[in-house]
C-alpha cells in the first residue's frame, strides 16, 4: 500500500537522508561577495538536523577540526561532537579531506607539480582517514578539487594520471594496512574551480577505477551538480555506476548546465531530471545514503537555511511517492509493455544472417513515447 | 472562481493555441536520418487541429504552396485551404517565409555575400507577405535561419548588420505601401544551422529593431528554445519585450541548454521554467497567440504526433491553473508582501545623500527564498 | 608601412591599454579556497603598469577608498593616489561602485527586494560617481552583480527592470545636475554569482538603453567572457554595439563556452575570436580604451601576475599586427572581393516583383569559405 | 633537425591522414535545408584523396553500397572500389556501420525498445564486418547515434546498457569465430541526433569496455567534437584513453562548445586545444591514423570540399611542427623543468605521517604559468 497524507514526506532517519557539515553551514561567501551567515557549529549542526528527521552528516577534515588545531584542541573538539552524535542517534557515514582551501593546493594536490605539495595532500588525506573511521565512517570520499589546470602547458595528462593513480593506490594500501573496513567513492567534475578538471564525469572516473592497483575497494561518488555542468543526464552515469557495482555514494543538489557549481536545493530547478533518479535509486532499493551536498540561496538567513535543509528531504519523499505511483499506473505500465519487445534472444550467427525482418513495418512502426512522456509530466505535476 | 476538475485542461479556441503547419507536419527527418512519417496535407493539418481545439495554425509560404508552384496551382491551393478554414473556423494567425530550405540561400537570404540572393530573398517575401495577408494573417515572423556565419573571415558583421536593416526596412515600406494591416515579428537564434547566427537572442533582436526605420511596425517573437540554447531565462527575455511593448509572437516549446535544436512539446523538459512563463503571460492577460512551434519526437508515428499536439495544449492549462493557485496562495502571497520593501521613493539627491542606512540589518536580513521556492514547487508539482 | 621586428609588441600609452586596479591586484581568491597572494596597493599598481606600458587604471569605489574609511583617510588616499597618477602620467579613464561585496547587496542593489537596499546603492554610487569624476573618468561602467534571482517566484521581472531603469534614470539626472563629462557603460552578464542576472546579453542591454529617459547619456561595456559564457559570437555583439554608436567601453579577457567566469588572459583560450575582435576596433580605429578584465591564473605568485598583464598587451598587438597583414594579403582579399556582390541596390517594388533569378546558378555556386579560413588561420599561426 | 620550409605542410601517405568517405562526401543536406553539393562517388573520393597526399579512406558500409543493393551489384562496386584502391596505394584501415539513417532505427540499434531492430542492426553489422575486413580494414568503429532516448519513461537506462553489452559481446564474439584480425573502437557522443545518448563521452564509453566479455578486443574512437559539445578537453580524454593502452582510433575535427554538432575542418577553430592533441599524440609516436571526421561548410561547391581536405592535413603538419619547437624551445623547457618536483618518491607510512613541510614556502610559491602559457601562444601564433 502506498502511504498516503502529507506525513508521508516526513522525513525520519530510516530515509538515510544526510547533509555534510559544509552544506548547511555554507556562510554564503562567493566570488563577488563576503559570507553572508554566521558560522555554525558543527555540534549545532547536527542537533537540528536530526530534529529535522536525518539520518546523519558528512564531513571534510577541516570542518570539524580547524586547520592548525594542536593535538588537544582536536581530541576535545572530537569528544565532544561524538558526544552529540550519541545524544542524537546521528551517524558519520562518510568523510573526507579538504584539498583545496589551502593556498599550498593551488596546483592541485595529487596533481600538483610540486612533489612536496603531492606528499603533504596524501599525508593530510592519511590523517583525514584516521578521523573519518574514528567517527565511524564506512566510506571515503576523494574529490579532487584542483586536480587539473588552467593551460595544458602546464602538465602532460598522462603524468598527471599517474600521480592521480599513485595517490589513489597509496590510499588503498593505507586502509588495508590498518584493517580499516572503509571504502573509497571518487568524484569527479568536469571544472571550477580549475579550468579543466581531470577525470571529469562519472564515466572517466569509473574507467579510471579499473587501472588502479585495488579495484575493488574503489566506486564512485556522482553529483547531479557535476554531470550537469557539462549537459549530462545524470540518472544515465548512476545507471552505469549501479550497473557495474560502483555507486558506493551520491551527492544530490541542483544545476543548471553550463554555469558556475550552484549546488541549488535538490529537486529545485529539474523536478523531471530528479524524478527519475529517485526512481533508479528506489527501483534497485539502493542501500546507500540519500546525501544532499548543496547549499541555501545566499539571499538566506539561518532560517532559510533549516527551510533549505528540511525541502530537500521533503521533496525527494514527494518524488519517491511519484515513482510509487508511475510504476503502479496502468496506463503508463501498459504502454511500457507494448512498446518493449522483450529481451533480444542470442541466436547462432548462421540463424541470424539468415533471418528475414519485415522492414517497412519496422520502418513505420511509432513508439508512443510522446504519450508515455505527457502521462509522465501529468504524474509529476500532480495531475494524474 | 478556479475551473475545477479535469475540463479546465480542454483546449478551446478562446485559449488561442496555434500550431505552424511544419509542426505537426514535420516528418522527422534529421541530420542523420531520413524522413519517418508521411507528409500530412494542410488540409489534414487544419481538420485535426480543429477537431483538438485549436485556435488556427501558422505557415511558411512552402508548407502551403510547394516551391515551383504554377500561379494556377497557387490559386487551387489557397482554395481548398482557405476552404477548409471556413469549414472548420481555423485562423491564419501569422505567416512567414521559407529563407532557408533553398541551397540558393546556403549564406544566408538578407545577408548573403551574394546580392542576388538579398534582392531573391526579398522578392520572395513580398509574395509571401502577400499569401499571408490574403490568408487573414496580422503577424509577419522574420526568422532569420541562415543570416550568420561559420567563419568571420567571410563577412565583416557591420555590413551584414546593414544588409539586415535595409531588407526590414524595405518589407515595411512595402506593408506600408500595400496598406496592409501587418506586423513584424523578428525572431532570435543564437546559432544552427549556421555556426553564429547574427543577432543571437530577444535582446539583440529587441534593440535591432530601434535603429529600424519604423519601429513602431516591428516588435519580436521570442522562442523558448532559442534561447534557451544560449542558456538565457526564457520569461526574462519575454518580459523585457512586453514591457518594451514589443511582445508580438511567440513561439512555445521546450529545449535542454547548451544542445542542437530540440523543439520539444511545451513544459516537457522544464515545468519550473514553463510555469513562469504563462505566469507571465496569464498575469498581463497577453492577448496574442500560444503559438507552439516544436514538433514530436522522431520516434511516432502519426498517433503520436496528435498526442504530442493535445499534450501542448493541455500542458500550458495545466500550469495556467497552477498560476492561478500562486497568486491566490496565502502563504506564498504574505512571502512575497514581507519581502517587497515597495516601490523606491524617488528623493532629490540631497536627501538621498544624507540618508541614514542600518546597515547591519541590511546586511543579516534573510528573503525566505528557499521557502518561497519550495512552496511553488509544490505547488508545481500538485501536493499543495 | 607595416612595423616590423619584435618590438612592434612593447607596449606603449598611446595603445589606450589600461586595467582594473581589481584585476592585477586580484589576491586570487575562489569559491574553493583562500586568498594566494598578498593584496597590492593602488599606488604600486599604477607604479609597475606605468613601467610596463600601460595608458591608465580603472576602478571600483572600494578598490581604492576601502568600505569603511572615514572622510579624511579618503581624502588623504586620494591625494596619494592623484600623486602617482600624476608622477607617472597615468590616468583613469573609467570608473564604477562596488554594489555586490558588501552582504547587504545579498540579493542585489538597483533590483533588490528591498527599498533600502536599494536607495543604498544610489547612494553609494552617486559618491562613487564624484570620486570617479574627481580622478578624471570620463566613463561610469555599470556591473550589476546581483541584479538577478535563483527563483522566479522571488521577483517579477517585470518590476525587477522597472526598478532598474529607475536607478539609471535617476543617475543620469544626477550627473546633468551636476554637468559631469560622464557617460554611462552597461555591462551585462548571464549569470554568476546570481542564477540569472536581468539583461543577460550586451543585446539585452542595448535594447533597456532606448528605454531609458536618457539613451544617448548611456552605451554599453561589452566582456568578451560575459558573451562568451552564453556562447554567444563576442565580436558580433560589439559590431552591432559599433554601429548603433553605443560602444562607450570594453572589456578584454578570455573565457571557455558555458562555465564559471574565468577572465583568463586576453587571447589566450581563443585567438581566433581575440583577432577578430581587435580586427573590428582596429579597422575603425575605435578611440576607446583597450580594458583589460581579467586577472592571473591562482597560481601565480606576483611575478605571474606582471607577467600576465604584459602578456595581455603583448597579444593584443601582435594580433593588430596580423589584422594589418589579413588587410594586406591579396589572395585574401581577392577571395573577399569575388564573394561579395556589392551593396544591394534598392528597387521598386514592381522592378524587383519583376525580375528574374538564375537560381539555378545560385543554387551551386560556392563562396571559397574554407580557403579562405584556412588562409586566415595560417596568417593568425604565422606560417604565412 | 626540423624539416623547415613550407613543404614541411605538404602531406604524404606516411602521415597517415585518412578521411571517410562520409565527410568529402558530405552533401550539405541540414536539418533546414537540402543537399547543395552533388554526390561524389567513391572511386572519384578516392582518387583525388590519393593525389592529396591522403593514405587512406573509411567507410561506413552504406558509404559504398547503396542500402538495398543486390549481391551481384554489391560485388560489382566492391570490385571496382578495390580496383581503385590498388591503382592510387590507399588503403581502408577502418570501416563501421550505418546503423542510424533507416527510419528503423529511429529508437536506435542495439538499444532499440524492439527487439526485432536490435536483431536487424546485428545482422546489418556482421555483413559490413565482413565488408569491412574484405577491404583490409583493421580497426571497426561502432557509433551508437541512435542508442538515447528524447525521454527518459521511455528506457531503464540499465536495462538499455544491458542490450548495449550484449551486442558488442555477440560482435566480438563473432570476429573470434571468423578469425578476423579487428579490433573494436567504440565512439561516444552525448547527444545529437538523440535527447541524450547513451555512454555519452569517451570516459563513460572506456569504463563501459571494462564490463565486456573480452575488453581486450575494445577500445575508443575519441572524437574532437563529440567531447567539446560537452565541454571538455579533449586531449584529457585522449590521454586517459592513451594511458590505459585503449586508444584505437580517433576522430579529427572542430567544434564550439555547447552547440550542434558542427564537425569543423580540423583546427579552425581551437588552434590551442589542436596543437595540444597533435602534441599528446606525436610524443608517443602514437601510430594509429590520423582521420577527418569532419565536412566542408555548407556554402561550399566541390572545389571548397577538396579545400577543405587539404586544410585539414596541412593544419595538422603545421601544428606537429611547432610541437618540436615547443620540445626545443629552451625557455619553455626551463620553465617545465623549475616546476616540476619530480616524481612522488613512495615512502612508507610512518615516513610520511611524520614528514614535515615548510608549508608557509608552499603556499607563497609561484607555478609561472602565465609566462609558460604566453611563451606557448607566442610560439602558436608564429611570432616565437
Given amino acids: 500500500m502506498m502511504r498516503s497524507g502529507k506525513d508521508a514526506y516526513q522525513p525520519r532517519p530510516e530515509h538515510h537522508f544526510t547533509f555534510g557539515l559544509w552544506t ?37 577534515d577541516n570542518d570539524l577540526v580547524p586547520a592548525g588545531s594542536t593535538a588537544t584542541e582536536r581530541d576535545r573538539i572530537v569528544r565532544e561532537f561524538t558526544q552529540v552524535l550519541a545524544d542524537t542517534g546521528m551517524k558519520v557515514p562518510m568523510a573526507t579531506t579538504n584539498l583545496f582551501s589551502d593556498p599550498a593546493f593551488r596546483d592541485g594536490a595529487f596533481t600538483s607539480r610540486d612533489a612536496r605539495v603531492r606528499a603533504y595532500a596524501l599525508q593530510k588525506t592519511l590523517a583525514a582517514i584516521d578521523l573519518g573511521v574514528e ?38 594500501e593505507y586502509v588495508r594496512s590498518q584493517r580499516y ?74 544545476q543548471q548546465i553550463g554555469r558556475f557549481d550552484q549546488d541549488l536545493r535538490f529537486g ?4 523531471k531530471g530528479a524524478f527519475f533518479l529517485v526512481k533508479l535509486l528506489e527501483d534497485v532499493k539502493w542501500p546507500g545514503m540519500r546525501h544532499f551536498d548543496s547549499h541555501a540561496y545566499r539571499t538566506e538567513d539561518e532560517a532559510g537555511v533549516w527551510d533549505f535543509a528540511a525541502g ?29 519487445g522483450g529481451k533480444s ?23 508512443a513515447y510522446e504519450r508515455l512522456d505527457q502521462l509522465t509530466m501529468e504524474l509529476l505535476l500532480g495531475v494524474r
Wanted: glycine share 8%.
Fill in 312 to 340: 530537500s528531504m521533503r521533496t525527494y519523499l514527494i518524488l519517491k511517492e511519484k515513482v510509487e505511483r508511475f510504476n503502479a499506473d496502468p496506463e503508463i505500465q501498459q504502454l511500457l509493455t507494448e512498446v518493449d
Fill in 268 to 271: 529545485s530547478d529539474d523536478p
Fill in 181 to 254: 573496513d572503509l571504502r573509497f567513492a571518487l568524484e569527479a567534475k568536469p571544472n571550477e574551480p580549475r579550468g579543466d578538471i581531470f577525470l571529469p564525469t562519472t564515466g572517466h572516473m569509473l574507467a579510471f577505477i579499473y587501472t588502479l592497483d585495488h579495484p575493488e575497494m574503489v566506486g564512485v561518488n556522482p553529483e547531479v551538480a557535476h554531470e550537469r555542468m557539462a549537459g549530462l543526464d545524470f540518472s544515465h552515469a548512476v545507471a552505469q555506476a549501479l550497473e557495474a557495482g560502483k555507486l558506493f555514494h551520491i551527492d544530490l543538489n541542483g
Fill in 135 to 172: 567517527l565511524g565512517a564506512a566510506t571515503y570520499v576523494c574529490w579532487g578539487g584542483r586536480e587539473g589546470v588552467e593551460t595544458n602547458a602546464a602538465k602532460d595528462p598522462r603524468t598527471a594520471l599517474g600521480w592521480y593513480r599513485d595517490a589513489i593506490n597509496y590510499l588503498c
Fill in 24 to 60: 548547511v553551514g555554507n556562510p554564503g561567501r562567493d566570488p563577488f561577495g563576503e559570507p553572508v551567515r554566521p558560522a555554525l557549529s558543527p555540534v549545532a549542526i547536527v542537533r537540528k538536523l536530526a530534529e529535522l528527521g536525518a539520518y546523519g552528516v558528512n564531513l571534510h
Fill in 345 to 367: 534472444a542470442r541466436v547462432s550467427f548462421g540463424e541470424l544472417q539468415n533471418m528475414n525482418f519485415d522492414l517497412a513495418a519496422l520502418r513505420k512502426r511509432g513508439y
